[in-house]
């Protein structure tokens, strides 16, 4: 163990260190203690992790890990570990692994004997949820939502029913293609907040009626720039929903069979009452 002033940095252990995702003053004194006294930082990007250190006048040399390399480069860093270095992993902003790299080298460590010790800190996921005014008692982080419009459509087909709140990362250059894709699958009614630019000088969280959030965010192109938190409030299931997977199934079912045989296998295949899968069928299929 080495011990500073203010610091003690175990040997051989992999640091997790989160780093502020837009305000520099996030930064915690136990992560801005960590990289001073770790003996190596592996960085997303070394040249932006470089101009976080040199503002808070930390020299500790950096090492490229990012998702290119991490696989190949996870066996050298162990190795430098169990030999006793001290290694602090961070990602560009918030907290490492959280859909940024880092997953590979902690699952190895773990596999491999390797102490690491996870630090608290900014996180872009629980900054926007805690601000979002949506239940927060359960939630689900989905992640960057796949960059084509079908893919789009099948993750939120495949949620539509979750009732706890849902929550994706989206690029300023994809944010309106990807509420238009949710529109078409979740309607206009479904309460969706967008955070962009958290903790920045122009952070916005606002919230809506899905169709209603897309109107105001075409009415200032400003509204559409930053990195974008997206989150949706989870299905409210009435009485009498269906879910939609049997419905879908009816849908397909249906090409082949009569209604009241597509009805009663849907049925079986999502264990809920035939009858009423039978009437939404008379009702919405033509």
Same mark, same amino acid.
């Given at each position: 163990?080495?011990? !500073?002033?203010?610091?003690?940095? +175990? ?33 997303? &990007? ?20 990012? +998702? ?23 990602? +560009? ?11 590979? %080298? ?47 459509? &099948? ?21 309106? &293609? ?16 967008? @955070?962009?630019?958290? !903790? ?15 109107? #105001? ?28 997977? @049997? %419905? ?6 249906? /090409?082949?069979?009569?209604?009241? /045989? @597509? ?10 009452? /035939?009858?009423?899968?039978?009437? #939404? ?6």
């Amino acid at each position: 163990m080495r011990e !500073t002033n203010s610091c003690m940095v +175990d040997v051989a252990t992999l640091y997790i260190v989160p780093t502020p995702i837009g305000n520099l003053a996030d930064i915690t004194h136990r992560a801005l203690d960590v990289l001073a006294n770790v003996d190596l930082i592996a960085a997303e &990007d070394t040249r932006h992790t470089s101009r976080l250190l040199s503002h808070f006048s930390i020299s500790t040399r950096t090492f490229a890990l990012h +998702d290119h390399n991490e696989q190949q480069k996870a066996d050298y860093l162990i190795e430098k570990l169990q030999a006793g270095t001290s290694i602090a992993l961070v990602s +560009d902003a918030g907290t490492p692994l959280i859909s940024d790299p880092g997953y590979h %080298l902690v699952n190895r460590c773990r596999q491999a004997g390797v102490k690491v010790v996870p630090l608290p800190g900014p996180c872009a996921v629980i900054t926007a949820l805690s601000g979002a005014g949506l239940p927060s008692d359960r939630f689900s982080f989905e992640g960057f939502l796949p960059p084509k419009s079908k893919g789009r459509r &099948d993750t939120f087909q495949s949620l539509a029913d979750d009732e706890r709140t849902l929550i994706f990362y989206e690029s300023p250059h994809r944010i309106t &293609d990807s509420l238009a894709d949710m529109l078409a699958v979740l309607g206009p009614e479904r309460q969706v907040v967008l @955070a962009r630019e958290l !903790t920045k000088t122009y952070e916005t969280i606002h919230g809506a009626p899905l169709g209603e959030l897309i109107d #105001w965010l075409s009415e200032d192109s400003n509204r559409v720039r930053g990195e974008m938190v997206v989150l949706v409030a989870g299905h409210r299931k009435a009485k009498d929903d269906l879910p939609s997977e @049997a %419905l879908r199934t009816v849908g397909l079912l249906v /090409k082949e069979l009569p209604l009241k /045989k @597509a009805a009663a296998l849907a049925a079986e295949i999502h264990g809920v009452k /035939k009858n009423a899968l039978y009437k #939404w069928g008379l009702e919405n299929l033509d």
